[in-house]
């Protein structure tokens, strides 16, 4: 519109009223009072209510356009090419349009000619294409415009490439981890010199002192280049299945087909070749017993056979040469045939004696039937000559199509028609005809099989009496048995050699069933193929469009055997007679092959000497397009005479009958029994039909029906149902005012017309469906001009509004009904869908366009005026605008003025809203349950009425009466309070209506006054809240409320109905300048906060009344979100998805493209900000829990699985610590200072909803105005600042990169699927889902061939589906996913960036900066810590730079961990595959150190830091590399040395220093790399490293906790605990230096008794440490809070590993800690886990139940071994290891290390001789050994623990003979015992412990006879004394001690030993010694029997006697020997026994 007009046109608004309008919004804004709390007070109105929105069309008026064209001021108004009216021309398919040229047509034909040449009439919303609905954001476009991005860098998907990239192939040395490329010795000599290395490439301005402000504006230009456009490119596609405002535009009406086979007859070939031979095809469906298409008539023959026709043949046509035919079978099924009929000339015989030459004759044998050929041939020419105008039946055969087309595979077969293959059919499941809903079988479809050429060998002779097509039935049926009996009949051989295969998409030189020409045609003169007609075998319900008037004629048989006279060889002559003389046949019959088009008369083929033939005949007829009374068929019935005798006539006309084609002007179709008149009729008999007697005729069989025929019609002008033809006949007739009429028996006048009429609407609704559906179009039309223009009845208007709507929802309803299965996902009948869009136009208006004729004004006929009006005049409501055409030509004085105005101006729209808002409730609900196309029938008379009216120009508010909107506010209160109503009881119709109601609001928000639709919003949801009060389940109310304000929000025009350019935003300050930033930031404090910034980004009331729809769809959020919504999760996800959804479309919309535009969009969600800050505590933690342990795992490796439990090393909180992690997980609400986790009440959101509802966030910071954010951050109060920083917290960890690895894990199973499925759960258990819904989820999962009508708004569903669920994604699929998920990643890190530096701008000079920067620092560094793209690191790490560089108080002041956290993450990163992540972490590291130093002249904070956190980095992360970090130390000296402004300094000194020291730890590292397969080795590197740091606490600390993490690793409990103990100790000896309290352990000797090592901790003394130095024990370890957590570690180690007596002595420390703090509740754990331990040692105390260790010694002998080479150590294995076990680990893992045949095993405990060895091989000596312990230890060490804990001497025992065997007889046996001694006792901080000590003791036989005998003595005494007592074992010792033993049993000890006395006196002792042994032995053998004897049952009286027999026998066999006195006992010697005092415990004796 243009400025002017609209000026003018706003000056006669009533100035008042908006000016009234604007104060009242000003006056509200102004006032609406601060609070940043989301309470009902602040925003004025509640949440639940809807807020009166502006009136829109004033607000427009009222405010001038401020900013010049473009695209912002696009955004103010609607475009004024909005609507459109476009002319679509139809499709035609003919090249000629096939309509009838004759003149005068009558009204009927004329209008189906004028319906079907119409061009379609759409009124086009032009923009419309770009809405939600229309181009919706599915995987595919997602996918589509995801194509350009560039791969994003990431440090772990380099990992695993050998090679990381072009940037480091500079590197000489990429790996060091394998022992072969590295000498052995290297981790001793500094492998590398640092000063040899290459640099990195330095940041060329890093040096320069740079003011903060340019820094910062540098890093911002950076971070703005090369960003996408748009973020939610890179997020998955919104939820389809929540996609209710899906639409498609319907497809225009087509014509319609099924699968469509291309025949091609190739060639026929009999054995003899004699007449010409005719070819019909045609298909057959068995099972439903139909001919399912027309005939195809072909003609192969030679020329030289055609040529015997000459004489009857004319010049033929070019279409009857056809010999490719196009099938079409919408009904596929397994029981179709292609039937092929054979005719030939008639020729005297019957068919058989024709059959005879072609069964018998063979083509081999042409020679040796010369003459009998000659003789056939002459005899075929003659009756060619006589008889070729006759045809007789001759063959047939079948081909199974199912076969064909399943086993499409072998190009050429040979069947004989039916090939030897069985149809695999018959198993199939049958589908009854309620089945209809897919197209057939799928097994059986006919699109998409291989091409197959046929050669069919095999023809059935025709049988005389078998011609009808129930016999063909049967022989079908029979053909697909397989003892078919047609096997055995002989068959006629020939070969038809025919091609199947689908029909092509466009055939070229194709025909219409009409014989026009299809385009494309190329050229005229091309050989045709033809479309055959179908007759589907089911009803198909599809519309006509195009004009089609073919009838079908079937005689079926005659019956002439009462006939006299020569009557046998018959044929019926078929003419269509226009009257009753001969010349008036007219020439419309179609002709077959091989003759001219059309023919005035056809024959059937004759049966000789047959008097009562069967036929098969089709004639097809074009009918005239006017039928009169006297068209009428003629059939006349010759004799044949196939002889030739003088005198005979070649035909005799032998009877008549005929068949009246019009009856009551209705067209005659169906089966006729006709009778026969033997004499010509006579005239005017063609008015009559042949029932009718007529006087002196004469009858065949007297007057007895005895010609049975069928007449089938398929035509698009005849509707053939007698409800249609009675109604259009009526109708024509009011049009045409021809009275009197006829109908049927009545005739009709003027005074009855009406009532007729009135019963004809009434009975539309009997019509039958299929020609209601295939009519509809023209149904439609005339109801619709029935309302619009009402008939005039003598001369009186006959108002049949109510009637035409009644009978128009009837009519919808039964379209509705046969086609439920085509349906759409909203209920929507396509085919009505497409009758609004395209063919409905308004009655009597043409549209007027350029291209269109000018407009026509069809006059409405006017009758002779009639005495009176009939009542029905309905003068009430005179209409005060006039329709589109005023001045309609009305016959001249017929009706008064009055009445033309009214005929003149019923507008349908109206019309149709009066009649809905006053129909009775059976109408009403018929039209509620498809008001979906009433409303779009509405809404395209609306927008046909502005577009035809040229009213677009009219304001809006004028557009339309007041009182049609009275009526559409009526009618929408009505609809929307039976959703409401109905969602209880019919959720399904409840949902549909919802939609339908919101479409057409949405539409009519482009057609009339907004503001007025806004009221009509407001109000349906005032009735929705109303009832949500009492609604027993809300959450389906609101579900359905949510749908609604989606799908109005889908308008394409959202944005500007949302009034984005009003002044509700504040005047952005073009950039903050220290002054403006000032004031503003002042805000912190003192000053009020903006009210207008803060209503922009609250659900304040100016907002929602502004911006009316977001307002409502953020609400719809707000209130989902709440804690208390019911039926939440799934209300998340909706609301959730429809921000998503739109937020899509927005950033995909051209229009928005510009930044500008797009922050203006972003303005209508900023309240999205503190919906999503509010809701932070119920979304789902990704920072937390198992799924995110990646971050703990990238530095601890450590099995952490929550807070409690203690499933690994050490609880998270402590972990993150070590690991510098930027919060413990537990602590994430420190940033916002206040108990958020206290409020973690209603239901969490699940993780998909949150990620969503995050990504929302980010695109709103995305592409807001900074300025805007930056001011609301200054109103921001403290809490609500620190609740945002978590936001941005937790964003980074929800799009965390996972890694390309973890998407070819995940790829087995979809992260999504099983939310999806978890959603699906909750909204079946909440009973939230409507059946619908569920109907249509499941109809989209449908096979892709579900339904054909409407695949196309499917398709993108059901492909998307299929490939989201496909769970084994290719190759490429996963690369692009990860490409993708890298750049989401990267781009919301860096929105997350942009976002804290605008906070940090924020609050530069507020007082709470402190906090506030800590709190952006833990994020940044958080950012850093994750897995991030090089891209973001440049850009986080330059961020991190200016901040330290602006607040470097930050880090240095204070006593933080952020200095730790942040040295750990730049050492991590300076040790990256990348190398601009290097640099730029390097020069990261670097400023730090410099900054440092500046502030105090010394760094020794970083310094520090940076040793702790390789230190911690080294020993946990297994995928660092240290050859990357050793460049980027090079490149940290380089900085250092080319820093000039500290050159005067120790700066640069002090760095190298660092430098070296860290190069020493990482050597250290490249050995560990080495060992990280040996846990041995690595633990005692580790331990080394530990040791090394003996100086420095902290250090030392940390290796201690990384020790115990590898332990926990490991599994091994006890060495983790005793690392913890360790740390524990190191702690308390600093505490102790520093304070001295009592209640504290006073260093590590109070240790002791947990573990003697633990004074190793004590080299700790004052000379090494200042406890005050800067830097040192600054950790928060060394603490007493860091002592209790140690010892709780510990304690909590020692109780995984059963160690429950040292966790009682941990206790002991901590407890008096914990009282001096009286820490109750501490104290109350701990005894109550003093008291589980404890219980636990009762129930465990034999100890057996807990098996504490096995320990071996382990030998290495050889040089491979390098530092190992004869060295022993004890290892300490799980308990019940096995020899065997450990061996085989050892030989395999060095074997693995060292290569094949390298590695021995010494198999015996012998010393090993170095001398005997190979020195290429490596010997590994393995040996059992126990625990020993002296005589006296013994007294202190009772239980089980105690000989199990703080073990240091170990023994084993080598039995020897003299001669070298191992064992030998008794008196030669000796033994070697071995007691090995380590240098601390077991369990230590590692699991093997070096041997120190060594000693043997040899004993001789007789020594270890005394030990057998004390041994066995031993076990006697056990059993006995055993309580409670064991027979069984009792028993067992026994038996072995008393029972008669054959070998070395005690009797034989002592016969070798004490038979004599020994010589040598020195043996005296032994001898003495062991013959008291075998005194204590008989001893104690007597106790156990008597024991036993205690014990028994009488059933082992026997066993115990033959007991005790034995032991007398022994005893009596010992008694001599035991008797024996010694000479003399010899003063004592001093045989070299161990004194063991003097293994003083900590003595280390060395080898």
């Known amino acids: 519109m243009a400025a002017a007009e609209r000026r003018a046109f706003a000056h006669k608004i009533n100035r008042t009223v908006a000016a009234e309008v604007r104060k009242q919004v000003s006056r509200e804004r102004s006032g609406s009072p601060h609070s940043s709390r989301r309470s009902s007070s602040s925003l004025g109105v509640p949440l639940t209510e809807v807020i009166e929105p502006l009136d829109f069309e004033d607000v427009l008026l009222s405010r001038p356009p401020d900013a010049e064209p473009g695209p912002l001021r696009d955004l103010a108004e609607f475009p004024a090419d909005d609507l459109e009216l476009l002319l679509q021309p139809r499709e035609c398919r003919t090249t000629e349009p096939g309509i009838p040229e004759d003149g005068k047509l009558d009204a009927q034909v004329r209008a189906a000619v004028e319906m079907y040449t119409e061009d379609w009439l759409i009124a086009h919303r032009r923009y419309q294409h770009l809405s939600a609905a229309y181009s919706p954001i599915t995987a595919e476009t997602q996918r589509e415009r995801q194509k350009g991005f560039t791969r994003q860098v990431f440090e772990q998907d380099t990992s695993g490439d050998e090679r990381s990239g072009p940037e480091d192939s500079d590197d000489p040395r990429h790996s060091s981890g394998s022992p072969e490329d590295t000498p052995r010795s290297s981790g001793a000599s500094s492998i590398f010199d640092l000063r040899n290395l290459a640099a990195d490439s330095l940041l060329p301005s890093l040096l320069e002192r740079t003011a903060p402000e340019d820094v910062d504006r540098r890093n911002e230009a950076a971070r703005r280049q090369h960003r996408p456009r748009a973020l939610l490119a890179l997020y998955p596609a919104p939820d389809e299945d929540e996609a209710v405002e899906r639409c498609s535009r319907p497809e225009p009406p087509r014509e319609h087909f099924g699968q469509r086979i291309l025949v091609k007859c190739l060639s026929l070939k009999f054995e003899i070749e004699i007449e010409p031979i005719f070819g019909i095809l045609a298909l057959y469906d068995v099972r439903e017993k139909k001919k399912i298409s027309e005939n195809f008539y072909f003609d192969l023959n030679s020329d030289s056979m055609k040529g015997l026709l000459r004489a009857h043949g004319t010049h033929p046509a070019i279409s ?39 069964m018998v004759m063979k083509e081999v044998d042409t020679a040796k039937n010369k003459e009998k050929l000659e003789k056939l041939r002459l005899a075929a020419e003659q009756f060619c000559t006589r008889l070729g105008r006759y045809r007789m039946p001759f063959a047939w055969t079948a081909v199974h199509l199912a076969n064909i087309v399943s086993s499409a595979g072998h190009p050429d077969r040979d069947s004989d028609s039916e090939g030897e293959r069985r149809p695999a059919w018959t198993d199939r499941r049958r589908r009854g005809p309620q089945d209809r809903t897919s197209s057939g079988d799928d097994t059986c479809s006919f699109s998409g099989f291989r091409p197959a050429t046929l050669t069919v060998t095999n023809f059935f002779k025709q049988e005389a009496e078998r011609l009808s097509d129930e016999d063909l039935f049967k022989f079908l049926a029979d053909m697909r048995r397989p003892s078919s009996l047609l096997r055995r009949l002989r068959p006629v051989t020939a070969q038809l050699k025919i091609d199947i295969s689908p029909a092509p998409e466009n055939p070229h030189f194709c025909l219409s069933p009409e014989l026009l020409h299809v385009k494309p045609y190329p050229d005229p003169r091309g050989r045709p193929t033809k479309e055959i007609l179908e007759f589907p075998a089911r009803e198909v319900y599809a519309p006509h469009t195009s004009y089609r008037n073919l009838l079908y004629v079937y005689p079926h048989c005659l019956n002439f055997s009462s006939r006299q006279g020569s009557v046998r060889n018959l044929t019926v002559r078929v003419q269509y007679m226009a009257g009753e003389d001969p010349s008036q046949a007219l020439p419309v019959i179609f002709g077959k092959s091989s003759c001219s088009e059309f023919t005035r008369e056809a024959f059937t083929p004759v049966v000789y ?32 005479s196939c002889q030739p005798r003088p005198g005979t006539a070649l035909e005799t006309p032998v009877g008549f009958t005929w068949i009246p084609l019009l009856q009551h002007g209705r067209l005659r179709t169906g089966p006729f029994c006709l009778p026969v008149s033997v004499d010509q009729p006579p005239p005017s008999y063609s008015v009559l039909t042949p029932d009718v007697a007529l006087p002196g005729m004469r009858w065949v069989d007297g007057h007895k029906g005895v010609f049975s025929v069928e007449l089938t019609a398929v035509s698009s002008v005849h509707p053939q149902d007698p409800h249609l033809d009675k109604f259009f006949t009526l109708v024509h007739v009011l049009e045409e005012g021809a009275f009197p009429f006829r109908l049927k028996d009545t005739v009709l006048s003027e005074n009855t017309v009406e009532q007729e009429l009135r019963a004809s609407l009434a009975a539309l609704r009997l019509a039958s469906p299929e020609p209601l559906v295939a009519f509809s179009h023209h149904v439609l039309d005339k109801l619709v001009r029935l309302v619009v223009r009402p008939p005039i009845i003598g001369g009186q208007i006959v108002n049949l509004g109510r009637g035409a709507f009644e009978a128009m929802a009837h009519v919808v309803s039964l379209v509705h009904r046969s086609l439920e299965a085509a349906q759409d996902a909203r209920g929507h009948c396509p085919l009505l869908a497409a009758y609004v869009h395209y063919a409905f136009r308004l009655p009597g208006t043409e549209p007027s366009l350029p291209s269109g004729a000018p407009p026509v004004a069809v006059q409405p006929a006017t009758l002779a005026r009639g005495p009176g009006r009939p009542a029905s005049l309905y003068l009430a409501r005179s209409k005060s605008i006039s329709s589109s055409n005023p001045d309609l030509a009305v016959a001249p004085g017929s009706v008064d003025d009055e009445v033309s105005r009214i005929l003149a101006s019923k507008l349908l729209h109206e019309e149709l809203a009066l009649q809905w808002v006053v129909s009775g409730s059976a109408v009403r609900e018929a039209v509620l349950q498809h008001a979906w196309f009433f409303f779009q029938l509405m809404v395209k008379s609306m927008a046909l009425h502005l577009l035809l009216g040229q009213r677009l120009d009219t304001p809006r508010k004028l557009r339309f009466p007041g009182r049609f909107l009275d009526d559409i506010t009526a009618l929408v209160g009505s609809v929307g309070l039976e959703v409401i109503t109905r969602v209880y009881k019919d959720a399904e119709l409840a949902e549909r209506l919802n939609a339908s109601l919101a479409f057409f609001l949405s539409d009519l928000l482009s057609l009339v006054d907004r503001g007025f639709i806004f009221s009509l919003v407001r109000a349906h949801y005032k009735q929705v809240s109303a009832r949500l009060q009492s609604a027993p389940n809300p959450a389906l109310l609101l579900t359905l409320r949510m749908d609604f304000t989606r799908i109005l929000c889908s308008h394409e025009h959202y944005v500007t109905l949302n009034l984005p350019c009003c002044p509700l935003s504040p005047p952005a300050s073009p950039s903050p300048s220290v002054s403006s930033t000032t004031s503003q930031s002042s805000t912190f404090s003192s000053q009020a906060p903006d009210p207008k910034v803060t209503s922009m980004f609250e659900l304040s009331g100016p907002f929602r009344q502004q911006h009316f729809l977001a307002g409502l769809l953020l609400t719809e959020l707000a209130l989902a979100l709440e804690p208390e919504a019911e039926g939440a999760s799934l209300l998340h996800k909706k609301a959730i998805s429809a921000v998503h959804s739109l937020l899509c479309g927005h950033d995909a919309d051209p229009r928005y493209a510009e930044a500008s535009v797009k922050a203006r969009v972003a303005e209508l969600y900023l309240p999205l900000l503190s919906l999503a800050r509010d809701t932070l505590p119920r979304l789902h933690d990704f920072a937390e829990g198992p799924g995110q342990r990646s971050r703990l795992a990238s530095m601890l490796d450590s099995d952490t699985e929550g807070e409690g439990d203690i499933g690994g090393t050490i609880n998270p909180s402590v972990a993150m610590a070590i690991a510098g992690g930027p919060l413990a997980p537990g602590s994430r609400a420190s940033i916002s200072q206040g108990p958020v986790a206290a409020s973690r009440s209603g239901c969490p959101l699940s993780a998909e909803s949150s990620r969503t509802l995050l990504v929302c966030v980010l695109w709103v910071l995305k592409n807001s105005e900074p300025a805007l954010l930056q001011r609301w951050a200054a109103d921001l109060a403290l809490p609500q600042l620190g609740r945002l920083l978590d936001l941005l917290y937790l964003c980074l960890a929800a799009f965390e990169y996972k890694g390309k690895k973890a998407f070819e894990r995940i790829n087995s199973l979809t992260f999504k699927k099983s939310l999806d499925m978890k959603a699906r759960l909750e909204e079946a258990i909440l009973g939230t889902i409507g059946a619908r819904q569920e109907m249509v989820r499941r109809s989209r999962e449908r096979s892709p061939f579900g339904n054909q009508e409407n695949v196309r708004w499917r398709k993108s569903v059901t492909h998307w589906r299929q490939t989201s669920d496909r769970v084994d994604k290719t190759k490429d699929e996963m690369e692009h996913e990860a490409l993708v998920d890298g750049n989401l990643a990267t781009e919301t890190s860096l929105v997350v960036l942009d976002t804290l530096e605008i906070i940090v701008q924020t609050v530069m000079l507020s007082e709470a900066r402190e906090s506030i920067l800590g709190a952006v620092l833990k994020v940044v560094l958080y950012s850093l810590g994750s897995a991030q793209s090089a891209l973001f690191l440049q850009h986080g790490l330059a961020t991190q730079r200016a901040l330290v560089s602006k607040f470097p108080e930050l880090l240095f002041e204070e006593d933080t961990e952020l200095c730790a956290d942040l040295c750990l993450r730049l050492l991590r990163h300076c040790g990256s595959r990348i190398s601009t992540i290097r640099t730029h972490a390097s020069a990261s590291l670097y400023l730090l150190m410099r900054q440092n130093f500046e502030i105090g002249n010394n760094f020794a904070r970083v310094k520090m830091q940076v040793t702790m956190s390789l230190s911690s980095l080294v020993g946990t992360t297994q995928s660092f590399s240290e050859e990357h970090l050793r460049r980027s130390l090079k490149t940290i000296l380089t900085y250092a040395e080319e820093d000039v402004g500290l050159r005067d300094s120790t700066f ?83 505490l102790a230096l520093l ?70 002595e941990v206790y002991k420390t901590l407890i008096p800690i914990l009282e001096a703090h009286r820490d109750y509740k501490k104290l109350a754990a701990v005894h109550g886990k003093l008291q ?16 504490f260790g096995t320990y071996f ?157 004390q041994k066995k003595t031993r076990e006697l005494a056990f059993a006995t004394e055993q309580d409670p007592p064991d027979a069984k074992m009792l028993q067992m010792v026994l038996q072995g001690s008393v029972g008669p033993t054959v070998n070395q049993g005690p009797l034989e000890v002592a016969q070798v030993f004490l038979a004599e006395i020994p010589e040598d006196p020195k043996l005296f002792r032994h001898h003495n010694k062991l013959r008291l042994c075998f005194k204590d032995f008989c001893k104690k053998c007597e106790d156990a029997l008597r024991k036993n004897k205690a014990l028994i049952g009488p059933d082992q009286k026997e066993y115990h006697r033959e007991l005790e027999r034995n032991y007398s026998r022994l005893r009596e066999a010992l008694q001599p020997l035991l008797t024996q006195r010694l000479p003399q006992l010899l003063a004592p010697t001093t045989a070299g026994l161990r004194n063991s005092l003097n293994r003083a415990s900590f003595r280390k004796a060395d080898l």
């Not at 000339?345 to 005879?356: A, N």
């Not at 033939?613 to 044949?640: G, I, M, S, W």
């Not at 005050?1668 to 957590?1685: A, I, N, P």
């Not at 060594?1894 to 004993?1899: A, G």
Request: hydrophobic content about 35%.
């Open 1548 to 1630: 640069a000194e002090q760095v190298q220093d660092l430098m070296f020291n860290l190069h020493m730890i990482l050597t250290d590292t490249v050995k560990m790399k080495e060992h990280q397969e040996d846990p041995e080795m690595l633990i005692d590197l580790m331990y080394r490293i530990a040791r090394g740091y003996q100086g420095s606490p902290d250090l030392r600390l940390t290796w201690l906790q990384n020790m115990a993490g590898k332990h926990a690793e490991l599994g091994n409990h006890a060495e983790a605990a005793q690392c913890m103990v360790h740390a524990a100790a190191l702690v308390a000896e600093y």
């Open 320 to 358: 009857t040469l056809a010999r490719s035919a196009i099938f079409s079978v919408t009904y596929p099924s397994p029981d179709i045939f292609l039937v092929i009929k054979l005719e030939k000339v008639l020729q005297q015989g019957d068919i058989s004696e024709c059959c005879e030459p072609y």
């Open 1753 to 1909: 010694r382990v030998g290495f002998y050889g040089a491979r071994f390098g530092d190992l080479d004869e060295q022993e150590f004890v290892y300490k294995e799980p308990s019940i290891t096995k020899l065997a076990e450990i061996s085989h680990r050892l030989e395999e893992f060095y074997t693995e290390r060292f290569g094949e045949d390298v590695v021995e095993i010494v198999k015996d405990s012998n010393p090993v001789d170095k001398t005997k060895l190979d020195p290429q091989k490596a010997y590994i000596q393995i040996t059992y050994v126990e625990p020993h312990f002296d005589t006296y230890e013994l007294k202190d060490r009772v239980t089980y623990f105690d000989r199990n804990y703080g073990l240091r001497t170990f023994l084993f025992c080598t039995p020897f003979t003299p001669d070298g065997r191992a064992h030998g007889e008794l008196p030669e046996q000796h033994k070697r015992k071995t007691l090995l001694s380590t240098d601390h006792a077991f369990p230590y901080i590692k699991t093997r412990i070096r041997v120190c000590h060594r000693e043997e003791t040899v004993l001789t036989p007789v020594e270890v006879a005394i030990e057998d005998m």
């Open 1635 to 1704: 304070e001295d309290s009592r209640y504290l352990p006073v260093g590590c000797v109070s240790f002791q008794n947990i573990s003697s090592n633990v004074l190793e901790e004590s080299a700790i003394s004052d000379d090494i440490l200042s406890p005050d130095e800067e830097g040192f024990c600054s950790g928060k370890h060394f603490t007493e809070l860091g002592l209790v957590g140690l010892l709780e570690q510990a304690a909590a180690y020692f109780t995984m590993g059963g160690l429950y007596e040292a966790v009682n």
């Open 609 to 640: 000497h047959n008097k009562s033939p069967e036929f098969y005949e089709e004639f097809k007829l074009r009918l005239p397009a006017c039928v009169t009374e006297n068209h009428h068929l003629l059939f006349t019935f010759y004799h044949v």
């Open 1732 to 1747: 589980e331990a404890f219980t636990k040692i009762m129930h465990q105390s034999s100890g057996w139940e807990r098996v």
